[in-house]
């Protein structure tokens, strides 16, 4: 297990800015995302201050050699799991785990909601967002996982470890590496009363669920805060003026924040969210 004094989870603007100030502040610091994320995806960035007109991926790789340049190492994956540990958090990514005395979540915004008939309707009643939170409620009972990457794997491999029957639904997409059962069709829609009952697939077969874990693509700052009870507004995590959350160590930072969508204000929040963690692991 890798030990550091603060994990920036994100490597975008928010996360990679906030890395920069604990780095220099003398602190073990460690990025851990992927080349992916809104200033990543964005083409032309032109409206940054003293940035001119500049592509997305070249800030965003400038960034994080500053980030190396200063200290900070990087590792590259998905973090798919973040719990209390003895030293503060406890982070995992499918190849690694960490521990961490402070961390910051810096995700950006989740786009993760599938289009399938009967999530909303279900939402609470059946259709959970957390097999952590939820999955202690449907042990022995047939459940299923939608998503069709690692995050999803990870969700399955935690129910089937507490003895959930799981079947991961990839709704149409290719089975990713998982030992367990998976279902390729493309799905329909879900069915119920007033709970859910089950799934209908596009070939019209019916398959009896008691409860679907929603773990479309990345786990999103909507999945952690859900996993270490943050306070969450408006799909946003709740932030003092600091950048804190509601949970000691834990801070948050850029667009998983709300407000305003936009580089200047990332990388602000995460200046904010670097020196607020230095103070705050001074104090400890
Ligand atoms: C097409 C487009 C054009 C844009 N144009 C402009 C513009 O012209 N000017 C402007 O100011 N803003 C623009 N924006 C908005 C701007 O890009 C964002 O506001 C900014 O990038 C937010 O930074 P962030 O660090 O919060 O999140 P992001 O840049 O979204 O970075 C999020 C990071 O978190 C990582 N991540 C997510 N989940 C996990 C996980 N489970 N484990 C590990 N890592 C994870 C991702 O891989 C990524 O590295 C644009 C956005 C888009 C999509």
Redesign the pocket.
Known sequence: MKEYDVIA????????SAAIYAAMGGYRTLL?????????????????YAGGEIG?KEL?ERGLRQATDVGAEIAY????EITFGEKGFHLK?PEEEYEAKVVLL????ARNRPRLAGVDEFDGKGVSWCAVCDGFFYRKKKVGVYGAGE?AVSEAKYLSGIGCDVTLFTDGRPAPEYAGTVNTEKLSALYGGERLEGIVLANGEKIVLSALFVAEG????G??SRMLGIETENNAIKVNARCETNVPGLFA????TGGL??????VGQ?AVAGFEICRYLKKR
């Open positions: 989870v994100g490597l975008g603007p928010a996360a990679t851990i995302g992927e080349k992916s994320g809104s200033l990543y995806r964005a083409e032309k960035i032109a409206n940054y997305g965003f994956g998905q973090v798919v990514t810096a995700t950006g915004v995050y990345v786990a999103s700052s999945d952690f930072a850029g667009d998983c969508l936009q580089v200047a204000k990332a995460g």
